[in-house]
């Protein structure tokens, strides 16, 4: 083995405890793949595993889980976190792992020049990992990706190149800057159950989309999907006579003056329609698109879009309803009501957020400051790449002693506002998450049974509205938020430290 | 090779006549550090950060007299220029950064300990001989109440005769509790009729911290209101040890009017650990008064805050200090708002010694202690920590 510092840590955190099902499984899938594809693109790196708090009566991860004869170019440490240490921290008895000081003790002792930290349940694409082997990260980027859902049966057995290609055919969904989404199985972003196109119409919102959101309004509940400054809609073009599309929407809350300039182009830029949008009102837009074939319609909807108070986002547009005709949507609307079937169901969400409180106003400081940066922070645990130095310079994540949720995106505002701008890797870069049980981490599904086993067993967790609020501050300072003392990833404890192979 | 130095004084100022006679005030507090370190025996270096000095006016090292001898106490003047002050935002409308000037000083000490406090400060004799007795221990913050007195301190007394003044013409005093007015001899005065005793800060902030606190977020019992901390007047006395200062990156160095920042770096050193304590009578410091709205007094705070925001100068919310404060108490844990750059580290700074810091060179060739200047890498360049010791 070579002293030589390698050019990318890998860190992830775990322990033999079967956490969401099958994990020895899912971790046996990540670590042959980081080892073959480290070999595949001559990729300099360590794995660290932060063993935290093993269960006594099962074995060892290095026991646990299956080696290769040859490692490559990758390394592979295992540093273990015993349970004596573990039972220091405040809810340890019902916490298990607390992730992010896990990862924290492998950041600490990292010894690439950049330091991934990630998740045992991810499988990577090989342009993502040519991308890192060819060495052209630079030192002050935050680097994030969208994270791609699988289907659990990746086959455990089967070659690298099988496993790829399984993850590409059997999507679930997509976690990016503007929300999860549902992905159908050609990886286009589903329609919602209840959504704002036509079903029928080969609409499908693309890149640019927020998630359905409802309000109550004289009318009653409105369902409506704001957009961002580009947005693209997915066309697949049928036999629809005449080839146009009815668009009923509204300057969104970042529009000044209370208007939006709109202009619509096609996949090779041409403008297919352009006007200006004042109050809520109907357009219709000739297609004059090849049939049977899917096009890119982009919104460009830009101007100058103020965020909104307490929110990143600049929402420039609102949807009300995309399909083929008005009165195709009236005749849609009239089965919702015959039904009853969604607007209860909306009126519920509605009423839970009105109870819940508007988000806190901001005082803004001087500058003007109202919102957060506008950061891709969703799924962050599991793509977050700094250099090590910046690492250090934050001090890696907030070490607080409870459930992990959000504690990933107050790394990202620090180290972006600590001068490490954000950069997204895009298309065919991709990170796959093999699915696992509800209620064990993160998914949209799963978000209540989780919050519910939080609660029953009184574990606190970080609100979105603070983190808000403090990425907010950030902003408004310039300066990162750091939580943590110099001795932070467990720094002074010695730590036992097993290499597998 | 420098001895090792027992304590560092940082203070910052700039040759700019702040709240009238600001010379005055200043060679009163050199004159009585150098002469108290002799007086104790104390071995300490006294930094002075000379931000964004005037054109115009000359430096401090020519504007102040200085001793033929320095006795055990060097003085280091570390210049931090105008156009490095340009680069911050507000740098227009605020001359100098006090939090960050500190931080300059801070970062460059290398005593074992470090007490950041104000160049208009007199400190009593039993305070120093506490300092000079070496008994400071280094997971302490320690504080102590500040005594205001008169401004006709007399410049051209010696030592004694200026503490003899303070002691005997008090304003008032920056408790724990509160700020009071004081008789000259140092007797509160009865409230007259109904007037309300006059609260420190700390009484309003730890209201709006249980305000708000129905928003705090992280679920769980634990404490509702600020650790109760002395920050009362705490930017005129903070003392820590340097690796204490270090881990902690020195104050927040956000580009807004110093108000509140020292209370928040109290609370952030107490939340890592640093637990304080409170330097009791007859350990005092005094400080001398000066023109209003110039720096914090009860009757001057509402021409401070006037004068700051016609100029649009940022100030922390006291609501918001209390609200961070109760978190930190709550999770144990510091808020740092700094990078490893804190201090304008990785910057070399033009530094001048005075005192035996001299170098022997220097000596010989006869130059005065006055016009030696020499330039250090004073900043650390940006290096991560090492890797801690992992046992295969």
Not at chain 1, 156 to 183: K, M, N, P, V
Not at chain 1, 318 to 331: D, H, M, N, P, T
Not at chain 2, 87 to 101: C, G, K, N, V, Y
Request: hydrophobic share 40%; proline share 7%.
């Amino acid at each position: 083995m070579t002293d030589r510092p390698p050019y990318l840590s890998i860190v992830v955190t775990s322990r033999n405890d079967d956490h969401g099902g099958g994990l020895l499984r899912r971790m046996q899938i990540f670590v042959n793949g980081v080892i073959e594809q480290c070999r595949r693109h001559g990729l300099d790196a360590e794995l660290i595993i932060v063993e935290w708090n093993p269960p006594p009566e099962r074995p060892r991860l290095v026991e646990a889980l299956r080696w290769p004869a040859e490692f490559g170019s990758c390394r592979v440490r295992i540093i273990e976190v015993p349970p004596e240490r573990h039972r220091w921290f405040q809810y340890s008895e019902v916490l298990p792992l607390f992730q992010m000081i896990a990862k924290n003790v492998g950041i600490r002792r990292a010894r690439g020049r950049f330091v991934l930290a990630t998740n045992v349940d991810i499988v990577f694409s090989d342009e993502l990992m040519a991308f890192l082997a060819a060495r052209r990260l630079e030192k002050d980027r935050l680097y994030r990706i969208d994270r791609h859902d699988v289907m659990a049966e990746v086959p455990a057995e089967g070659t690298l190149d099988e496993q790829l290609a399984y993850c590409r055919t059997h999507l679930l969904r997509i976690h990016t800057w503007e929300g999860s989404f549902s992905l159908e199985p050609d990886g286009r972003r589903a329609l919602e159950r209840v959504d704002v196109a036509d079903p029928d119409s080969g609409v499908r919102f693309g890149r640019g989309w927020f998630q359905v959101c409802t309000t109550r309004e004289p009318s009653g509940v409105v369902y409506w999907r704001g957009a961002a400054p580009k947005a693209e809609l997915v066309v697949t073009m049928t036999d629809m006579v005449p080839p146009a599309l009815a668009l009923e929407l509204e300057p969104g809350p970042s529009c000044k003056g209370g208007f939006a300039e709109l202009e619509i182009r096609d996949t090779s830029e041409r403008l297919v329609a352009k006007g200006t949008i004042r109050g809520k009102q109907w357009i219709s837009v000739g297609l004059p698109l090849e049939s049977h074939r899917t096009h890119v319609l982009t919104l460009c909807s830009a101007g100058e879009g103020r965020p909104i108070p307490g929110d990143p986002r600049v929402v420039t547009l609102r949807l009300f309803w995309c399909g083929r005709s008005k009165a195709e949507y009236q005749r849609i609307l009239a089965l919702r009501d015959a039904k009853h079937l969604h607007d209860t169901e909306a009126e519920a969400v509605v009423e839970s957020l009105e109870r819940a409180g508007p988000a806190r106003a901001f005082t803004p400081v001087g500058d003007g400051v109202v919102s957060p940066a506008l950061l891709h922070t969703n799924g962050c645990g599991d793509f977050t790449l700094l250099s090590r130095e910046k690492w250090f310079d934050i001090r890696g994540y907030p070490q607080f002693r409870i459930f992990s949720f959000h504690l990933d995106s107050v790394l990202c505002y620090a180290a972006h506002h600590a001068g490490a701008a954000e950069a997204v890797l895009a298309e065919p870069m991709r990170i796959y998450h093999i699915e696992h049980g509800v209620g064990s981490g993160w998914t949209p599904e799963g978000q209540a049974a989780l919050f519910d086993r939080l609660a029953a067993k009184g574990i606190p967790c970080l609100d979105n509205r603070l983190v808000m609020e403090w990425a907010t501050r950030m902003r408004q300072y310039g300066a990162p938020m750091i939580f943590n003392r110099s001795d932070w990833g467990l720094a002074d404890a010695e730590l036992q430290e097993a290499i597998p192979g | 090779m420098e001895p090792p130095t027992y304590l560092s004084i940082v203070v910052t100022s700039r040759n700019d006549d702040h709240g009238g006679r600001l010379l005055r005030r200043m060679q009163i507090f050199v004159n009585g550090v150098i002469e108290q370190c002799r007086r104790q025996g104390l071995d300490a270096e006294l930094i002075i950060v000379e931000w964004n000095p005037p054109p115009e006016r000359p430096r401090l090292v020519e504007a102040l007299r200085w001793p033929a001898e320095f006795g055990p106490c060097r003085v280091r003047i570390i210049e931090v220029p105008p156009e490095r002050h340009r680069r911050f935002r507000h740098s227009e409308t605020l001359p100098l950064f006090q939090m960050i000037a500190k931080n300059v000083g801070i970062r460059r000490a290398r005593g074992r300990f470090v007490l950041a406090t104000n160049v208009d400060l007199i400190l009593s004799d039993e305070l120093m001989a506490f300092l000079a007795a070496r008994r400071l221990e280094k997971d302490r913050l320690y504080r102590i109440d500040r005594h205001d007195v008169m401004a006709e301190v007399p410049a051209e007394g010696t030592l004694d005769e200026q503490l003899a003044y303070c002691r005997t013409h008090l304003l008032r005093i920056h408790t724990r509790k509160g700020s009071f007015s004081l008789e000259p001899d140092g007797r509160r005065p009865r409230p007259a009729g109904d007037a309300p005793p006059r609260w420190h800060l700390a009484w309003p902030v730890a209201q709006a911290g249980l305000r708000r606190i129905k928003d705090l977020v992280v679920a769980g019992g634990g404490p509702v209101t600020p650790a109760p901390l002395h920050t009362n007047g705490c930017g005129d006395f903070t003392l820590l040890s340097r690796a204490r200062w270090s881990a902690l990156r020195g104050y927040a160095e956000l580009e807004m009017f110093s108000f509140h920042l020292d209370s928040l770096f109290c609370y952030a050193a107490q939340a890592a650990g640093a637990a304080e304590i409170v330097l009791r009578e007859p350990m005092r410091i005094y400080h001398i008064e000066h023109a209003t709205g110039s720096g914090w007094t009860p009757e001057g705070q509402g021409a401070l805050f006037g004068r700051l925001a016609a100029q649009g100068i940022p100030c922390l919310d006291p609501a918001l200090l209390a609200e961070w404060a109760v978190r930190m108490r709550r999770a144990r844990a510091p808020m740092i708002f700094n990078g490893e750059d804190w201090g304008i580290g990785g910057e070399q700074l033009r530094e001048t010694g005075l005192g035996d810091s001299v170098s022997e060179d220097e000596a010989a060739s006869g130059a005065g202690p006055r016009n030696r200047a020499e330039t250090r890498a004073t900043g650390e360049t940006r290096r991560p920590g090492a890797v801690p010791g992992v046992r295969p």
